[in-house]
């Protein structure tokens, strides 16, 4: 199992940016990361990806906004977000996954990092 510790978050006025960043316990090199959020009422989402081979995916809203990167060195994995809107306030959660020896996904996933955007 690995652990993971996400911090960055805050309030931050529209136009602003943060960058977050997902400490873990244990190498990452075998997981794919991810950055999830979920604002309230609505279903957790997928923000951004980034495989173990540093290929990255954004959801559409965030696109040209945000920037996923790991650092494998350091078993961190940041995601910078520039331009904030409103939209973008949710609890946002750091992901790692990958499969086991039964092609089982196993998902892991930090406690989150609020982040609101608000003037």
């Known amino acids: 199992q690995v652990q993971l510790v996400e911090s960055g978050g805050g309030l931050v006025q529209p136009g602003g940016s943060l960058r977050l960043s997902c400490a873990a316990s244990?190498?990452?090199?075998?997981?794919?990361m991810g950055w999830h959020r979920q604002a309230p009422g609505k279903q957790r989402e997928l923000v951004a990806g980034i495989t173990r081979g540093g290929g990255t995916n954004y959801e559409d809203s965030v696109k040209g906004r945000f920037t996923i990167s790991r650092d494998n060195a350091k078993n961190t994995v940041y995601l910078q977000m520039i331009n904030l809107k409103p939209e973008d306030t949710a609890v946002y959660y750091c992901?790692?996954?990958?499969?086991?020896?039964?092609?089982?996904?196993?998902?892991?996933w930090g406690q989150g990092t609020q982040v609101t955007v608000s003037s």
């Open positions: 992901n790692a996954n990958r499969r086991d020896v039964m092609n089982i996904r196993r998902d892991y």
């Open positions: 244990k190498s990452i090199s075998i997981y794919d």
